[in-house]
T-cell receptor, first 113, second 115 residues
Framework: DAMVIQNPRYQVTQFGKPVTLSCSQT?????MYWYQQKSSQAPKLLFH???????NEADTPDNFQSRRPNTSFCFLDIRSPGLGDAAMYLC????????????FGPGTRLLVL | AQSVTQLGSHVSVSEGALVLLRCNYS??????LFWYVQYPNQGLQLLLK??????LVKGINGFEAEFKKSETSFHLTKPSAHMSDAAEYFC?????????????FGQGTILTVHP
């Protein structure tokens, strides 16, 4: 089945230690999104790629970076995680138009010690 | 600019009762509207979406929603709740054009279903 895969499902890191979360898709969608969802809150868009074009949300901290080496993979890098970065990180994909469905992966829950 | 307001962070119903989850939106352009469901520690799954065709939209698992432009609402309903419907539900709005499908989510409504 075509899908969005996120690894790992759970990630524990130390305060200030860089961490990378990964996302892959078999849907061949143009757009890949990264959302941050803190406990009991709505998902918040961090950034997205339309093909190779990177689009950062205005309020996304510089501590968060992303890479998309090819259509299938996208990575979220947190350069110096703080305690406030503990959250569920959701990857999603779509064909890119406003009416298109976004397909979400199962998420990676990040714990910062 | 777009925004979504979900009225009621928690809704509790008995099994077999009507489910009504409320969503109001604000959008400067004709909106596309979505309902997603999230089970604990999982990603979001699309229930249904409105894309300017029929105003009454039917989705998976017996859910439906009606787009009412005059009320700027897109409430989610299900005639008879099932225990498996217990989850968190998010309403979201998207604009067209060059937004690349950026979704703005409401704060979510947790649905509890009692036996």
């Amino acid at each position: 089945d075509a899908m969005v895969i996120q690894n790992p499902r759970y990630q524990v890191t130390q305060f200030g230690k860089p961490v990378t979360l990964s996302c892959s898709q078999t849907l061949n969608h143009n757009v890949m999104y990264w959302y941050q969802q803190k406990s009991s809150q709505a998902p918040k868009l961090l950034f997205h790629y339309y093909d190779k074009d990177f689009n950062n949300e205005a309020d996304t901290p510089d501590n968060f970076q992303s890479r998309r080496p090819n259509t299938s993979f996208c990575f979220l890098d947190i350069r110096s995680p703080g305690l406030g970065d503990a959250a569920m990180y959701l990857c999603a994909t779509s064909r890119g138009q406003g009416w298109e469905t976004q397909y979400f992966g199962p998420g990676t829950r990040l714990l910062v010690l | 600019a777009q925004s979504v307001t979900q009225l009621g962070s928690h809704v509790s119903v008995s099994e077999g009762a009507l489910v009504l989850l409320r969503c109001n939106y604000s959008s400067s352009v004709p909106p596309y509207l979505f309902w997603y469901v999230q089970y604990p520690n999982q990603g979001l799954q699309l229930l249904l979406k409105y894309t300017s065709a029929a105003t009454l939209v039917k989705g998976i698992n017996g859910f439906e929603a009606e787009f009412k432009k005059s009320e700027t609402s897109f409430h989610l309903t299900k005639p008879s709740a099932h225990m498996s419907d217990a989850a968190e539900y998010f309403c979201a709005v998207s604009a067209g054009g060059t937004s690349y499908g950026k979704l703005t989510f409401g704060q979510g409504t947790i649905l509890t279903v009692h036996p």
